[in-house]
């Protein structure tokens, strides 16, 4: 904890929400306990009742809060940021590991501009999960609405709640909607650049220690209807390229992450096929 912070400097809390993580949380706490800035408060919330977990946090100087509905990753978030009143709030996954001391010491001074609303990490190197593939990649350091417009919506947000920063005066305008299955984080960052706030991404490195391909269906079909909803375009390959890639890999097995990008990409036109015909399935109706 760092009581002593330099008064001109903004607080800033660290929320954890886990559930089972004895096997993770550990390295998480270190690599946070190592930042050379370090948070004015933690707070963990527990959904399991993982005593191990809560004796780590508050050994840290944290605290814990237990929650004990079903857990709806917007639900539990919006519980967590009601009880951390810091300025800004760095939601850390429970099984994200910050491998460069500095990593929370950018972040903040990221946050300097008080256009900002968040600050999040360009790349991970996630246990498991092949490189990014997707077109519209090249999204800026400052993305803004109007490049939004201009590139489309790429299949992964630019501002993710497994480490992201986020300023909790736009938290408290917009919390996270708690009628999304996933990709709160994604929906949330849009709500940010609609409203003129810019999101930030800074280049540093980090370890997911977990991953779940069996998500990439439902987060395909999210995108496509935040584009929808937003009206702005999804950058995919489409139909006709998809399919091309796909018989490219299947003509060339051998070729590294070929089983990946097979499954990656067949999901997102799962997802498509989804969206087109079952909406609305997530938001009821596409906003006008």
């Not at 550990?26 to 004796?55: K, N, W």
């Not at 005066?169 to 996933?182: H, I, K, N, V, Y």
């Amino acid at each position: 904890m760092n009581p002593a912070h330099s008064s001109t400097r903004p607080t800033v809390g660290v929320l954890i929400r886990y559930a089972r993580a004895s096997s993770t949380l550990p390295r998480v706490m270190a690599a946070l306990q190592a930042q050379t800035l370090q948070p004015d408060q933690i707070l963990g919330v527990d959904s399991s009742g993982c005593v191990a977990c809560g004796e780590l946090i508050r050994s840290a100087g944290g605290e814990v809060l237990r929650w004990q509905e079903k857990y709806e990753p917007s639900r539990v978030l919006n519980h967590g940021l009601r009880h951390l009143p810091t300025d800004l709030v760095l939601v850390l996954s429970s099984h994200t590991v910050l491998e460069d001391p500095r990593t929370l010491e950018h972040m903040v001074a990221a946050m300097a501009d008080s256009r900002v609303a968040c600050v999040s990490g360009k790349g991970v190197r996630d246990q498991g999960q092949g490189q990014d593939r997707d077109p519209g990649n090249d999204y800026s350091d400052a993305i803004t609405w109007q490049e939004i417009q201009e590139k489309g919506l790429k299949f992964g947000s630019f501002y993710s709640n497994n480490l992201g920063l986020l300023r909790r005066s736009c938290w408290a305008e917009c919390p996270f909607d708690e009628t999304l299955p996933t990709a709160e984080d994604y929906a949330w960052a849009l709500e940010q650049v609609n409203a003129g706030h810019v999101c930030r991404r800074l280049n540093f490195p980090f370890t997911l220690t977990r991953h779940s391909a069996a998500r990439e269906k439902l987060f395909s079909q999210m995108t496509f209807q935040l584009a929808a909803w937003h009206h702005v375009k999804p950058a995919w390959p489409g139909v006709w390229r998809s399919v091309r890639c796909l018989a490219g890999y299947w003509l060339r097995p051998n070729q590294p992450d070929a089983h990946d990008l097979r499954e990656q990409l067949c999901e997102r036109l799962k997802g498509w096929r989804a969206f087109h015909f079952s909406r609305p399935v997530l938001y009821g109706s596409v906003r006008s």
